[in-house]
């Protein structure tokens, strides 16, 4: 994971620091660097969801493991399939939706079993995996302003005048918490397809 991260970030730094002919291919450039920022950050959380089902998945004993922990490893399965194949969007559904697979495990199985036991026990982890979220989504966000500010210098008056809708929505960006950026983000995106 480091070393994609770190390819990634030097591919991305050489293709910055080379020089765009026109300031809508800078705009251009900016979205492409905000989509990978973001294709990362998105892997890092699956990442983060997958441990922690798994964790969860293993500390229930193989003698009470039953439909609540098949149904966790298929949610397991189905993540590493995203891993290979998924996209952002499909990635940041998948542990978005993580809470509610849970909490329909949970209500599915008989609470008297050790398996319910185990799983409800466990997914009190919850608080770590939200905590390792806030990390990751720190991470975009100074990475994301970086790069926005590193755009905005290289820009006229002119046309941040210009494409004032496009920086309002960066700005929003910028300046949002950490659960209402996601909207915000796929707000930004929506005006990729003017560069």
Not at 2 to 11: A, E, K, N, Q, R
Not at 85 to 93: F, P
């Amino acid at each position: 994971m480091g070393y994609t991260l770190t390819i990634s970030i030097l591919f991305l730094s050489l293709a910055w620091a080379a020089p765009p002919k026109t300031e809508n291919e800078i705009i251009a450039q900016f979205f492409g660097y905000a989509e990978t920022i973001r294709s990362i950050q998105a892997r890092n959380m699956l990442m983060v969801t997958i441990k922690f089902v798994q964790e969860i998945v293993d500390s229930v004993p193989n003698e009470h493991r039953g439909p609540g922990t098949a149904a966790l490893e298929s949610y397991i399965n189905h993540g590493r399939e995203l891993i290979e194949r998924g996209t952002s969007d499909e990635k940041y559904n998948y542990f978005y939706n993580l809470l509610n697979i849970i909490n329909t495990v949970k209500g599915n199985i008989d609470p008297s079993t050790h398996e319910s036991q185990v799983i409800g026990l466990t997914s009190l982890g919850l608080l770590n995996v939200s905590r390792d979220f806030v990390r990751e989504g720190e991470k975009f966000h100074n990475k994301f302003l970086q790069g926005a500010s590193q755009m905005k210098a290289k820009l006229t008056p002119t046309t941040i005048a210009r494409e004032s809708d496009l920086f309002n929505v960066i700005n929003e960006c910028i300046n949002s918490d950490f659960h209402h950026r996601e909207d915000l983000i796929q707000q930004f995106l929506s005006f990729k397809n003017r560069y």
